[in-house]
């Protein structure tokens, strides 16, 4: 009797999973997917989210996954569907973002004879991938259940790393695509709804030589500074900790979640652009903590003269100045914890050190909140400010790439209890929409809240697509500034390099599109902010009336810029360098 081998493989991996702890699965329509899709939609241990575009299918497992920290199943059919993943899958390999993805094929005769639908698939996302595997089409044969159960075991093992990151299943199915009702091929697992395969990886701790290293560069180098990026691994106690008893300052993107504290420095990228200031506190070693952080006013006065303790637990190279004299690979919370302990009472911290970084924080936070405090319409950096300050404890707040993130990291002072998310491993603004409707759909007991552009929302707009159908919490504050605002920081902005109209056509983009109208074609509840003071109860009010709602606040690109420079003046002006 012939037994029904392609929908007994489909559930087998899909138990498989479920027994290995993944509880999502994003998904795009199609037919050579539907015997993957079925099982996941018949096994109750997992969600099914439905999107008719396979790249805001990509940025709503992103979400999930960066959320969760499960790896989600991420599923396509054949073809240019598969191709639409891609930014997604790059975005999970740079970013260590666990993600499996899978994308049905038409089987080994349908490929090379003019089948439609049908391209090469296998090596499609080429090393991107952590694992990439195709068990070609199902089979009744002796021991294949054995052979199901360890690709799907090991699916999750590979996403989940070190370091995380993408898995590609390719899957070639045969037809008949729906269950036959046929005997199906018999695939048992373990008993008690074990995985086939458990995987522990131990973490990294810091061996002695690391510990004494850093133990060293406290006692020996009393100025010394902490830099932290997105994935710096550490808990925001331990930084503070740290922090207070080496007097080293915390200069931490909020992306680190470690911008806390009273060491944190959060005006960073205004004073470092004052030259004097830059120059007369150069550290003498650094430590960093995950990536970069966003601006490059920081990037760019650290160079490779200044010692730097570069610490990866993934054995990765975040590392683009090229500036890191030493890279550790461990358990950065480890580390920094078992560091506090072997100084104990350290009084070698130069407390002149300490002061001077914490005044000049004090004096460019003061002008800062003084000159955004003073603009009464709309100015992007407040409304980045503002968005971080109303809050409420708990929260997550998701950041587009281009000026948000960098209005966040340049504006937004030290706070605790708040989760930064972005997309940074490849800094882009694809699926950025679904991205957060995915955070959100991880995070029923939170308040989600995202910061992003209006290029950035057109880009992703098929994201809102059945989003207030989908049962999740999520604010969009939208800055609409008819256009790409970045581009105006950027010297392409500059008269003597291009002509205006020409500037506009290529880099300002103007789009002209009333997003209130496109809000309202998706039965999203917009409300539109005219003065800087309402940005705030407006946001406050979004999030108490739940759903998908979007916040939108209309600035202009070219004032936004000299209010950038303006108080960029202000802080030299109060540092004490006039005209820098």
Same mark, same amino acid.
């Given at each position: 009797?012939?037994?029904?081998?392609?929908?007994?493989?489909?559930?087998?991996?899909?138990? #498989?999973?479920?027994?290995?702890?993944?509880?999502?699965?994003?998904?795009?329509?199609?037919?050579?997917?539907?015997?993957?899709? /079925?099982?996941?939609?018949?096994?109750?241990?997992? !969600?099914?989210?439905?999107?008719?575009?396979?790249?805001?299918?990509? @940025?709503?497992? /992103?979400?999930?996954?960066?959320?969760?920290?499960?790896?989600?199943?991420?599923?396509?059919?054949?073809?240019?569907?598969?191709?639409?993943?891609?930014?997604?899958?790059?975005?999970?390999?740079?970013?260590?973002?666990?993600?499996?993805?899978?994308?049905?094929?038409?089987?080994?005769? +349908?490929?090379?004879?003019?089948? @439609?639908?049908?391209?090469?698939?296998?090596?499609?996302?080429?090393?991107?991938? !952590?694992?990439?595997?195709?068990?070609?089409?199902?089979?009744?044969?002796?021991?294949?259940?054995?052979?199901?159960?360890?690709?799907?075991?090991?699916?999750?093992?590979?996403?989940?790393?070190?370091?995380?990151?993408?898995?590609?299943?390719?899957?070639?199915?045969? #037809?008949?695509?729906?269950?036959?009702?046929?005997?199906?091929?018999?695939?048992?697992?373990?008993? @008690?709804?074990?995985?086939?395969?458990?995987?522990?990886?131990?973490?990294?701790?810091?061996?002695?030589?690391?510990?004494?290293?850093?133990?060293?560069?406290?006692?020996?180098?009393?100025?010394?500074?902490?830099?932290?990026?997105?994935?710096?691994?550490?808990?925001?106690?331990?930084?503070?900790?740290?922090?207070? /008893?080496?007097?080293?300052?915390?200069?931490?993107?909020?992306?680190?979640?470690?911008?806390?504290?009273?060491?944190?420095?959060?005006?960073?990228?205004?004073? +470092?652009?004052?030259?004097?200031?830059?120059?007369?506190?150069?550290?003498?070693?650094?430590?960093?903590?995950?990536?970069?952080?966003?601006?490059?006013?920081?990037?760019?006065?650290?160079?490779?003269?200044?010692?730097?303790?570069?610490?990866?637990?993934?054995?990765?190279?975040?590392?683009?100045?090229?500036?890191?004299?030493?890279?550790?690979?461990?358990?950065?919370?480890?580390?920094?914890?078992?560091?506090?302990?072997?100084?104990?009472?350290?009084?070698?911290?130069?407390?002149?050190?300490?002061?001077?970084?914490?005044?000049?924080?004090?004096?460019?936070?003061?002008?800062?909140?003084?000159?955004?405090?003073? #603009?009464?319409?709309?100015?992007?950096?407040?409304?980045?400010?503002?968005?971080?300050?109303?809050?409420?404890?708990?929260?997550?707040?998701?950041?587009?790439?281009?000026?948000?993130?960098?209005?966040?990291?340049?504006?937004?002072?030290?706070?605790?209890?708040?989760?930064?998310?972005?997309?940074?491993?490849?800094?882009?603004?694809? =699926?950025?929409?679904?991205?957060?409707?995915?955070?959100?759909?991880?995070?029923?007991?939170?308040?989600?809240?995202?910061?992003?552009?209006?290029?950035?929302?057109?880009?992703?707009?098929?994201?809102?697509?059945?989003?207030?159908?989908?049962?999740?919490?999520?604010?969009?504050?939208?800055?609409?500034?008819?256009?790409?605002?970045?581009?105006?920081?950027?010297?392409?902005?500059?008269?003597?390099?291009?002509?205006?109209?020409?500037?506009?056509?290529?880099?300002?983009?103007?789009?002209?599109?009333?997003?209130?109208?496109?809000?309202?074609?998706?039965?999203?509840?917009?409300?539109?902010?005219?003065?800087?003071?309402?940005?705030?109860?407006?946001?406050?009010?979004?999030?108490?009336?739940? @759903?998908?709602?979007?916040?939108?606040?209309?600035?202009?690109?070219?004032?936004?810029?000299?209010?950038?420079?303006?108080?960029? =003046?202000?802080?030299?002006?109060?540092?004490?360098?006039?005209?820098?």
């Amino acid at each position: 009797m012939r037994r029904d081998a392609t929908t007994a493989f489909a559930r087998t991996l899909v138990d #498989e999973w479920a027994r290995a702890g993944v509880t999502d699965a994003a998904l795009a329509p199609g037919s050579r997917s539907t015997p993957l899709a /079925l099982a996941l939609a018949r096994d109750e241990r997992c !969600r099914v989210h439905v999107h008719i575009d396979e790249r805001s299918a990509g @940025g709503f497992a /992103l979400g999930l996954a960066r959320a969760s920290g499960r790896p989600p199943i991420l599923l396509c059919t054949s073809g240019t569907a598969a191709a639409l993943l891609h930014a997604a899958v790059l975005e999970a390999h740079h970013g260590r973002v666990p993600l499996i993805v899978c994308t049905a094929d038409r089987p080994p005769e +349908l490929h090379d004879v003019g089948a @439609g639908q049908t391209v090469q698939q296998q090596g499609l996302y080429g090393d991107a991938v !952590r694992w990439a595997h195709d068990p070609g089409p199902p089979e009744d044969r002796p021991g294949v259940g054995a052979e199901w159960r360890h690709v799907g075991a090991r699916s999750v093992a590979e996403a989940a790393g070190p370091p995380a990151g993408p898995v590609h299943l390719n899957l070639p199915f045969r #037809e008949p695509l729906v269950p036959t009702g046929a005997p199906l091929v018999d695939a048992p697992g373990r008993p @008690g709804d074990a995985p086939w395969v458990r995987t522990h990886v131990p973490a990294r701790p810091p061996d002695a030589a690391a510990i004494a290293g850093l133990v060293r560069a406290v006692r020996t180098h009393p100025r010394g500074i902490v830099v932290a990026g997105w994935g710096a691994g550490v808990s925001p106690s331990t930084a503070v900790r740290f922090a207070a /008893l080496t007097g080293w300052p915390l200069l931490a993107d909020p992306l680190s979640g470690l911008r806390t504290g009273p060491d944190a420095v959060s005006t960073y990228e205004a004073i +470092l652009r004052v030259p004097a200031f830059a120059a007369g506190h150069l550290p003498e070693i650094v430590l960093r903590l995950g990536a970069p952080a966003t601006g490059k006013s920081l990037a760019g006065w650290l160079d490779a003269e200044v010692p730097t303790l570069l610490v990866d637990p993934d054995d990765g190279w975040l590392e683009p100045g090229r500036t890191a004299s030493t890279r550790l690979v461990c358990d950065p919370e480890a580390l920094l914890a078992i560091t506090i302990d072997a100084i104990g009472d350290h009084h070698g911290a130069d407390h002149g050190w300490r002061s001077a970084w914490r005044t000049a924080e004090r004096r460019a936070r003061s002008v800062i909140d003084a000159g955004c405090d003073a #603009e009464t319409e709309p100015f992007e950096g407040r409304i980045a400010r503002d968005v971080v300050a109303c809050l409420p404890d708990g929260a997550t707040l998701v950041v587009a790439s281009s000026m948000p993130v960098r209005d966040v990291e340049s504006f937004a002072a030290p706070r605790a209890n708040v989760r930064f998310l972005a997309n940074r491993g490849t800094n882009g603004i694809d =699926g950025f929409v679904s991205t957060v409707l995915g955070v959100a759909a991880a995070s029923p007991d939170a308040p989600v809240v995202a910061l992003l552009g209006d290029l950035c929302l057109l880009h992703d707009v098929n994201g809102l697509v059945g989003a207030v159908r989908r049962g999740v919490d999520a604010v969009l504050v939208v800055i609409d500034n008819d256009g790409g605002g970045i581009f105006s920081f950027l010297p392409q902005a500059s008269p003597d390099a291009v002509a205006l109209d020409d500037f506009e056509m290529l880099f300002g983009t103007p789009h002209g599109v009333d997003l209130t109208r496109v809000a309202a074609i998706h039965d999203v509840p917009c409300a539109v902010v005219g003065w800087a003071d309402d940005l705030a109860p407006t946001v406050a009010a979004a999030i108490d009336a739940g @759903g998908v709602r979007m916040v939108l606040v209309r600035t202009d690109r070219a004032t936004n810029v000299a209010k950038h420079r303006a108080l960029w =003046g202000a802080v030299a002006e109060a540092l004490g360098s006039p005209g820098a």
